[in-house]
């Protein structure tokens, strides 16, 4: 029996590959089909597939509650389903200016941001490599975004969206990293994308008005594929794997999401980086790994 250390990493991997998997996918949806909608669609099925999870467990998260309030799980569900909810929302929005791959390696900023939070707000002191690792992967969209760019058009708006959705998905796995511990996994997965189904929803209404709902045709089968496997099993494998890992391990796995997202995109639409920005995307990558496998403190004198 493999340790619960080595099992959580391989979740997380897995978790890493169905994301990385989807961005294509997501794209071509948004281009047919409302951003929030689809949201609500996607996180509405993956509720829908958790319920028969929550049916058989519910002998066992009556037990939990005991120990841990309820109401202070929900809370906490809803916290992190908010973090989601922004990162999701700016991703999907920026996949209709910018491309998958970029998309990819953008979103994994999330590895360099999570210990930087770590230094803000757990007052954790970086050492060297955090420094440099966040050096690194500055540089590195700047490569990655701003290569071939067009001055009268200025910067692309979806590479910024999706800037944004990687402290926000940065976010998301810092405050998983508080709660999970303590707190019941199921729980805050359900939560997390009940919250995300209703904002989703609730915006869509506000802004996206007359939209035929639900979707049909690929829509509905990303929101159907992303909605079971990217998010109900994706999430649920990461809130019960950081149970066992730290914030920043966790990190570090997520940054091969990217890669698979960028071979991804290769493979089904042929997209192929400009050289430059396949530099800025090695810096990227460069980057994470600099900042996770350093030491997320600098050694005090005795």
């Known amino acids: 029996m493999l340790p619960r250390r080595t099992l959580a990493d391989l979740g997380l991997l897995l978790v890493a590959l169905i994301?990385?998997?989807t961005f294509v996918m997501v794209q071509d949806a948004v281009h047919a089909y409302p951003v929030f909608a689809?949201?609500?669609?996607?996180?509405?099925?993956?509720?829908?597939?958790?319920?028969?999870i929550v049916w058989w467990r519910r002998h066992h998260l009556r037990l939990h509650r005991q120990t841990v309030p309820l109401g202070?799980?929900?809370?906490?569900?809803?916290?992190i389903g908010l973090f989601l909810f922004a990162g999701y929302g700016l991703q999907t929005a920026g996949l209709l200016y910018t491309t998958p791959a970029k998309a990819g390696f953008i979103t994994g900023l999330s590895v360099v941001i999570v210990p930087v939070l770590g230094v803000l707000l757990a007052g954790e002191r970086p050492g060297m490599r955090v420094v440099w690792g966040v050096g690194l992967a500055a540089v590195g969209l700047g490569l990655l975004s701003l290569s071939g760019i067009d001055l009268a058009a200025g910067v692309n708006p979806?590479?910024?969206?999706?800037l944004g959705c990687a402290f926000s998905f940065a976010a998301h796995i810092f405050v998983i990293s508080r709660f999970a511990p303590?707190?019941?996994?199921?729980?805050?997965?359900?939560?997390?994308?009940?919250?995300?189904?209703?904002?989703?929803?609730?915006?869509s209404r506000l802004f996206e008005p007359g939209v035929s709902w639900?979707?049909?045709?690929?829509?509905?089968?990303?929101?159907?594929?992303?909605?079971?496997?990217?998010?109900?099993?994706?999430f649920g494998l990461q809130t019960t794997a950081q149970r066992f890992t730290t914030a920043t391990h966790t990190a570090l796995i997520f940054a091969?999401?990217?890669v698979f997202a960028a071979g991804a995109s290769f493979v089904l639409i042929g997209e192929v980086l400009l050289p430059v920005q396949m530099f800025g995307s090695a810096l990227i990558l460069a980057g994470m790994l600099v900042a996770e496998l350093g030491p997320l403190r600098k050694p005090r004198r005795a």
């Open 182 to 203: 303590r707190m019941n996994a199921l729980i805050l997965t359900i939560v997390q994308i009940a919250t995300v189904a209703v904002l989703a929803a609730i915006t």
């Open 38 to 52: 689809f949201l609500s669609a996607r996180f509405t099925l993956a509720l829908i597939g958790l319920l028969p």
């Open 158 to 162: 979806g590479d910024v969206l999706v």
């Open 72 to 79: 202070r799980q929900l809370a906490a569900g809803m916290l």
């Open 214 to 234: 639900p979707p049909t045709g690929q829509p509905l089968f990303a929101a159907a594929f992303t909605g079971l496997l990217a998010t109900a099993l994706a």
């Open 19 to 21: 994301w990385g998997l």
């Open 256 to 258: 091969m999401e990217p």
